[in-house]
């Protein structure tokens, strides 16, 4: 089966088909799929010549949504032979006249801007005057721009730049370290009720705070060689200093024993950047309490196509943000920040932002001697103490280098 061409004039019929000269072009990139497959014909005459081909602007469209087929009757078998055909409009073609390009289109427009100009033409009326309504409040909104700039502008020549810098910065650096705190109640009447302790969205809720009965008694059954060997090992001393001065026996000891195990889990995760989910199974952390921890003090990051928990620089603060309210329900209201910030493997400064967020007064414990050895380092104490201390935002401010 061949390809035959079937060929329309665009002005009129041809009274004499015998005199056309016909001509096939086509395509010499075979390689490409698209442009193999495109031919120009030609038709000479004495007074004019005729161009069709079947791809561009000029080209039919019916060629690629149908499938055209001509039968021919071969009379020396009297059968009719069915051939695929293409149809090709034929366009005179004169002599130094070229046909008017076409306006380019406009590369600047955007989605937006061409679905608007439809609409201005094809669009129902309901369309049009949502068009209309968005344009006059896209109007607006310049104009409030344009204002906004202006009263900036003036508030800029009024205060400074670097005096409006300044309040940005503190701003945002109370802002986000507020994000990070527990829940608190500055208008309670006992220090205990300002952070809770048995909340949902606080320290532990009740039914956490059961699922660490058999976790706080293993905390509560250890010796004191292997409370030496947690001392000598590091990074938990908070967590010794509370076994150590645990009470006998009663509802404290098993709110102590317990606390000290999550708060092991707090110090040990803030010591980690990239946490899996076999975090705590080791220590017999239950699965509730694994679940609470990745999900209030990690954030989650994909990497090579793994989600992945990750403990942020802010997680970190916010971890010393909760272990200072554990300690501080735990410890009479009263936690040792010098203790915590070692634990927590954070700088002091961090440490006392923190307690100052809280609203905690600081207490610089004097220097003393003891019978071990000589002078003992510097402790510094938070206590909560209402009302809420509220403290001066600072940030300090670094000196510019001249340039020599």
Sequence with gaps: ???????????????????????????TDESNPRKKSRRILVAETDRLSYVGNNFGTGSLKCNNLCKYYVGVLNRQTMQMEVHSAQLFSMQPAIPGETTEASKPQDTTQTYRDKVDSLIEVFGTNKQKRALTSRRLNQVGSDTLHQAMSIAASNVIDQKGLEALQQEVAETESQGDLALHLPPCNAAADTPENVYLFDDLSTVLSPVEFGALEQAGSKMAALTSEELQKMRDAGGCLCVVKLLENMPAEGEAREKTARSAFYLSLLLKLARQKSITRKFGQEEGCPRMIQSKLLRTFTVETFNNGRVQNMVSSSMRAKLAAYSLALLLHVGHMTADLTLLHRDLAITEARMIEVAKSMGLTLIRAPRGKTEEAGLRDEQRQASLVLPLVKYDQFIERRKRKKMH
């Design 1 to 27: 089966m061949f390809l035959l061409l079937t060929v329309r004039f665009s002005n009129g019929s041809v009274k004499n088909a015998e005199k056309l000269d016909f001509t096939m072009y086509k395509n």
